[in-house]
T-cell receptor
Framework: EDKVVQSPLSLVVHEGDTVTLNCSYEVTNFRSLLWYKQEKKAPTFLFMLTSSGIEKKSGRLSSILDKKELFSILNITATQTGDSAVYLCAVEDDYKLSFGAGTTVTVRA | SAVISQKPSRDICQRGTSLTIQCQVDSQVTMMFWYRQQPGQSLTLIATANQGSEATYESGFVIDKFPISRPNLTFSTLTVSNMSPEDSSIYLC?????????????FGPGTRLTVT
């Protein structure tokens, strides 16, 4: 059975801080790893990672994948209150996504 | 990326009744997925809906409880049948967008269902 573990489960930071979120996985047929931001109902797509060592960046967010050690990290620099959300990591096994429990990030002004 | 809409956005239903949730995509997609997110939990895949074939259900989900239709490449429905309070969840459809060649999965806005 596919397994996706995220850490920490939650954290509270102040505006301007940098946060690092972790995601480790065990899957049978790895195809990709995806990060989503969930604020209300719908997860919003952030990144899709398929190759090790290639950093993906979008503004203050970046992510990288290590397929040898089976983990990924998501970094958020210069955090803002609008970054407060649940960040979900999902691993694609064939075409199906298995999700981690998520990391709840709270950014205080 | 594909634009996905869902109806209804939210509903409050009585136990024993059924609710059908609609998912519409602005482009043709081969694979559509239905997920459930129970309160305080992460997302769990219910089934995969491909046009022209029966939906494929994940362990713990059955067609009698969650019948799915996929009449064309832009539309799907999920019915939650004979509801109980345990069915109170957010239901999300997602699609695999092959337009970029990367096959990312995007989610619809979700349907928040409360069963009383």
């Amino acid at each position: 059975e596919d397994k996706v573990v995220q850490s920490p489960l939650s954290l509270v930071v102040h505006e301007g801080d940098t946060v690092t979120l972790n995601c480790s996985y065990e899957v049978t047929n790895f195809r990709s790893l995806l990060w989503y931001k969930q604020e209300k109902k719908a997860p919003t797509f952030l990144f899709m990672l398929t190759s090790s060592g290639i950093e993906k960046k979008s503004g203050r967010l970046s992510s990288i994948l290590d397929k040898k050690e089976l983990f990924s990290i998501l970094n958020i620099t210069a955090t803002q209150t609008g970054d407060s959300a649940v960040y979900l990591c999902a691993v694609e096994d064939d075409y199906k996504l298995s999700f981690g429990a998520g990391t709840t990030v709270t950014v205080r002004a | 990326s594909a634009v996905i809409s869902q109806k209804p956005s939210r509903d409050i239903c009585q136990r024993g009744t059924s609710l059908t949730i609609q998912c519409q995509v602005d482009s043709q997609v081969t694979m559509m997925f239905w997920y459930r997110q129970q309160p305080g939990q992460s997302l769990t895949l219910i089934a995969t809906a491909n046009q022209g074939s029966e939906a494929t259900y994940e362990s713990g989900f059955v067609i009698d409880k969650f019948p799915i239709s996929r009449p064309n490449l832009t539309f799907s429905t999920l019915t939650v049948s004979n509801m109980s309070p345990e069915d109170s969840s957010i239901y999300l459809c997602s699609v695999e967008d092959t337009g970029t060649g990367l096959n990312e999965q995007y989610f619809g806005p979700g349907t928040r269902l409360t069963v009383t």
